[in-house]
Antibody, heavy 120, light 107 residues
Framework: QVQLVQSGAEVKKPGASVKVSCRAS????????VHWVRQVPGQGLEWMGL????????RYSEKLQDRVTMTRDTSSSTVYVDLSSLRSEDTAVYYC?????????????WGQGTLLTVSS | DIQMTQSPSSLSASVGDRVTITCRTS??????LNWYQQKPGKAPNLLIY???SLQSGVPSRFSGSGSETEFTLTISSLHPEDFATFYC?????????FGLGTKLEIK
């Protein structure tokens, strides 16, 4: 069965960087884009960007594009999101999600979420 | 960016009720509209994609309709496990924006 398993919770200080992983299984890794979405506790969902695991191409939200990098390792079927220059507003749960639907995309499988806490 | 206006922001209803949630977009997105349900501490779960297609495994009491700029999610008869927060999402163009959510609570 399709699974996306994310790395564990992180606590970072302001100004630091964090790298969260998302390991895929149960499907051909390079056949489906993966997106990242974050959610501040008690608030809504914010789209961060996407990576195409086949060629590695990426697209980021304008809000985060100066601080976010998405990469992948095809040998381990893992995608990563790296967020730098952390600030308290980055405290959130970070989700990876697989995109289904060739013509009208939708997020059909999600990781379990990784809580990032940014605090001095 | 495409703006998503979801209403109501919260809703109280009883088991067995019929419930409708609306999502309006700031521009025409054809039917590039998805609905998700999220329960506390869990990742969102896809209910409806492409405005009206029921995701595999989702109960048939959930349905979606609409096109262009106005969309609805309907639950025909609420079950106890349906109480959660619901989000619409457009995937017409990046950034793939979400609505602010509708929290469905038990009356």
């Amino acid at each position: 069965q399709v699974q996306l398993v994310q790395s564990g919770a992180e606590v970072k200080k302001p100004g630091a960087s964090v790298k969260v992983s998302c390991r895929a299984s149960g499907y051909i890794f390079t056949d489906f884009d993966v997106h990242w979405v974050r959610q501040v506790p008690g608030q809504g969902l914010e789209w961060m960007g996407l990576i195409n695991p086949s060629g590695g191409s990426t697209r980021y939200s304008e809000k985060l594009q100066d601080r976010v990098t998405m990469t992948r390792d095809t040998s381990s079927s893992t995608v990563y999101v790296d967020l730098s220059s952390l600030r308290s507003e980055d405290t959130a749960v970070y989700y990876c999600a697989r995109v289904g639907g060739e013509w009208e995309p939708y997020f059909d499988y999600w990781g379990q979420g990784t809580l990032l806490t940014v605090s001095s | 960016d495409i703006q998503m206006t979801q209403s109501p922001s919260s809703l109280s209803a009883s088991v067995g009720d019929r419930v409708t949630i609306t999502c309006r977009t700031s521009q025409n997105i054809n039917t590039y509209l998805n609905w998700y349900q999220q329960k506390p501490g869990k990742a969102p779960n896809l209910l409806i994609y492409a405005a009206s297609s029921l995701q595999s495994g989702v109960p048939s009491r959930f349905s979606g309709s609409g096109s262009e700029t106005e969309f609805t999610l309907t639950i025909s008869s609420l079950h106890p496990e349906d109480f959660a927060t619901f989000y619409c999402q457009q995937t017409y163009i990046a950034p793939y924006t979400f609505g602010l959510g509708t929290k469905l609570e038990i009356k």
